[in-house]
């Protein structure tokens, strides 16, 4: 009798989620992981934002005044390590992690079990990555891009800790990746064909492909570095016949693929807001999916047009100035497809469409200062200096960052059943939109007046630009606070959502409840003529 | 329950691309060094040459070769060419020397890594002897001379008139040690 009544009651446990920490622990829920990921993300935002609120403040005036040049490049590599890996990378997977099984009808992710992993090894990856600033020779102090021979003979002896952080992350997006890929081409609704998926999906399943590609290839590149620096290989060491040159092609075959890692995502949320906010259906829905699957493909062929200054024989020069340039084709389709949208579309501006104009508009910006970057006689001006700090910043902040925000406040509802503070979410907007121009745009102006990018201190001439760009970094970094108390007061109340939260919005996970229950679809759907915006 | 088969074959196909793809990583180093000894990019000069007597000479033209020195950040040795360019007929074989000399108190290794510039040239350049072919261990204060003999093809582009064959010395004591341990 006993046994039965057990089994009953094991069975009553599925329905809900676990109570206390173990929840989260445990999960293997894509909405509990989902969660996760959004926070851990978050967190990792504001500790690579204090980093670059660092940076700013001893950039505010000429001179030394807050840090010293060795803490000053500990700060940049940090801030771009955390920013890249740990705040725009998860978020993404935790946006899918919501959000695919929802838009495909499926009842969860593929390997719930390996979901709950690739989570819980973040964590220890950038608590290892974190720890090194407490560690004697400081934090990795050799740019994101951590080029040998500096992240080798002269590294501080953190470096191998930065290594395996950097397998462990790697590890982690590998495996979320896998999931990706594997829940999208076994687990859609029956009838969903591949061209009926949402562009979110679409895009995501292609920067899955990307990142099992090359994050491979990353932790290859570190473990030669581990080889040289422990084991007496000489991969990148010229004195035992390396080459640091070497390095760098390695690095950024990975590196490129990377960058737009960080925007395909990006591409497809966008894709599924400005119509839902014009009104009107995707404009060349199937041209975005070509232009996607372009851009990665070309991603893998252009990688030395980060290092046109090395040496390269003018016809390797020439040729990757030509492939580059190629890439503005596709993005060029996805620019006007969007604009093309809101053509004659019944428009409004909520929050999430405000965040998606102008990320259509800066993103744009970022994409033609890149092609700039792109010409190489120029690019040897360019080169190293504020100019292209300027250029990936208009291509990550109000790229892949806004695209996240507007995410946030476009699902938000779904997630918790309220509604955000619209008039709060648009000061946000503004105060962002606003911080993330007046810092990055007088970049632009300082890098090609010459001011080279990763130095503590300056020439007095880009004093007065440097100002202004601190006065707009505080203004946005501390505006996140305010993103911060949205998200919190709509998880506690609000206006109730409705299950379609938006009147044009379409795509399966508008046709459940919200706040979305702990399990869905655990029946497909079967209406698939909206499936996609 | 076809979806669980469809799933643990896709994700055995993935895995695969992930392993093959940290190969590939590795696959690019050897990769890399090819395409630079094929192209001479990176300046990049062969080993040693082998002499086959039939190399022909080209009297009608000189090139001067220049001889560069230069000491990695670290190394607290002297090093310096005999002489600091040479005009050489195409063809014929050329003896340069270079002087190097431990300034310190304690036994070291040497390694000279060589470059040569234009590029293009590097595939020209064949050296039957170099002391960068090996490593150098000098006693405290002791000083070696260093012969490199060289042939300059003939078969040089005619517009290369000039070429420059760059040294940097290396301090390798420690890699040494290291691998005797």
């Not at chain 2, 074959?9 to 093959?20: I, N, Q, T």
């Not at chain 2, 001067?64 to 000491?71: A, E, M």
């Not at chain 2, 003999?149 to 005619?158: C, K, L, N």
């Amino acid at each position: 009798m006993n046994a039965v009544v057990e089994e009953h009651h094991d069975e009553h446990h599925d329905h809900g989620p676990a109570k206390g920490i173990t929840r989260w622990l445990y999960t293997t829920n894509h909405k509990d992981i989902g969660t996760l990921y959004l926070w851990f993300s978050f967190a990792m935002f504001f500790v690579g934002g204090i980093c670059a609120l660092g940076i700013r403040a001893e950039l505010f005036q000429p001179g030394l005044q807050i840090v010293q040049p060795e803490v000053f490049n500990q700060l940049t590599t940090m801030h771009g390590l955390i920013m890249v890996f740990g705040a725009v990378m998860p978020a993404f997977v935790g946006l899918a992690n919501w959000l695919v099984p929802m838009m495909i009808g499926a009842p969860d992710m593929a390997l719930p079990r390996m979901n709950n992993y690739s989570f819980w090894i973040l964590p220890f990856a950038f608590g290892m990555l974190i720890s090194t600033f407490l560690m004697e020779g400081g934090a990795p102090n050799y740019g994101w891009t951590f080029y040998a021979p500096l992240s080798t003979e002269y590294a501080p002896p953190s470096v191998t800790f930065f290594i395996f952080a950097v397998h462990l992350m790697g590890i982690s997006s590998i495996m979320g990746s896998i999931n990706v890929i594997v829940t999208i081409l076994n687990m859609r609704a029956p009838g969903m064909t591949l061209m009926q998926m949402p562009l979110f999906v679409w895009t995501w399943l292609i920067t899955a492909y990307l990142l099992i590609a090359v994050m491979p290839v990353l932790a290859g590149v570190v473990t030669m570095m581990l080889m040289d620096i422990h084991f007496g290989t000489a991969f990148f060491s010229a004195a035992g016949g390396g080459d640091p040159v070497l390095f760098q092609h390695v690095f950024w075959f990975f590196g490129h693929p990377e960058v737009y890692i960080m925007i395909l995502p990006a591409f497809g949320i966008i894709s599924a807001i400005i119509p839902t906010f014009a009104r009107k259906k995707l404009f060349g829905y199937d041209s975005m999916v070509y232009a996607t699957a372009s851009i990665a493909f070309l991603s893998f062929i252009v990688w030395a047009h980060h290092m046109f200054t090395v040496g390269i024989p003018l016809a390797g020069e020439l040729y990757f100035m030509y492939a580059t340039m190629v890439i503005a084709v596709p993005t060029g389709v996805k620019v006007f497809n969007w604009v093309a949208t809101m053509w004659q579309g019944s428009m409004t501006f909520e929050t999430p469409m405000l965040f998606a104009i102008a990320f259509v508009i800066l993103f744009t910006i970022g994409g033609f200062s890149g092609i700039m970057l792109s010409i190489v006689p120029a690019d040897f001006q360019y080169h190293d200096t504020y100019f292209v700090v300027a250029h990936f910043h208009y291509v990550l902040v109000p790229g892949s960052i806004f695209s996240i925000m507007a995410a946030v406040y476009y699902w938000l509802p779904k997630w918790t059943g309220n509604m955000y503070d619209e008039t709060l979410g648009k000061t946000h907007f503004w105060l962002s939109f606003i911080g993330i121009n007046v810092t990055f745009f007088p970049q632009h102006f300082i890098g090609l007046a010459g001011m080279p990018r990763r130095i503590p201190d300056y020439a007095l001439q880009f004093a007065d630009w440097n100002m202004v760009s601190s006065c707009g970094a505080f203004l946005f970094g501390f505006s996140q606070l305010l993103f911060l108390f949205i998200i919190l007061k709509c998880i506690r109340g609000g206006e109730r959502a409705t299950e379609k939260v938006w009147e044009g919005a379409r795509g399966l996970e508008w046709t459940i409840a919200s706040p979305a229950p702990y399990h869905t679809f655990s029946t497909p759907p079967k209406d698939m003529a909206d499936a996609h915006g | 329950m076809l979806e669980a088969q469809g799933k643990k074959r896709g994700v055995f196909k993935l895995v695969s691309v992930v392993v093959g793809m940290f190969a590939f990583g590795f696959l690019l180093v050897p990769l890399y060094d090819i395409v630079c000894e094929v192209t001479g990019f990176n300046g990049k000069t062969g080993g040693a040459y082998q002499e086959t007597g039939k190399e022909g000479v080209d009297e009608s033209r000189l090139v001067t070769v220049q001889f560069l020195t230069n000491k990695n950040a670290n190394m607290p040795w002297s090093f310096r060419p005999e002489v600091r360019s040479v005009h050489v007929v195409p063809g014929i074989l050329n003896e340069a020397n270079f002087i190097v000399r431990n300034e310190t108190n304690v036994t070291m290794v040497g390694k000279a890594i060589p470059s040569v510039t234009p590029f293009k040239a590097a595939d020209y350049l064949h050296k039957t002897e170099c002391f960068c072919f090996e490593s150098q261990k000098l006693e405290k204060g002791e000083e070696l001379n260093m012969p490199l003999r060289f042939i300059v093809d003939r078969d040089i582009p005619a517009d290369v008139n000039l070429l420059t064959l760059s040294y940097t010395l290396y301090d390798i004591t420690s890699s040494v040690q290291l691998a005797i341990r």
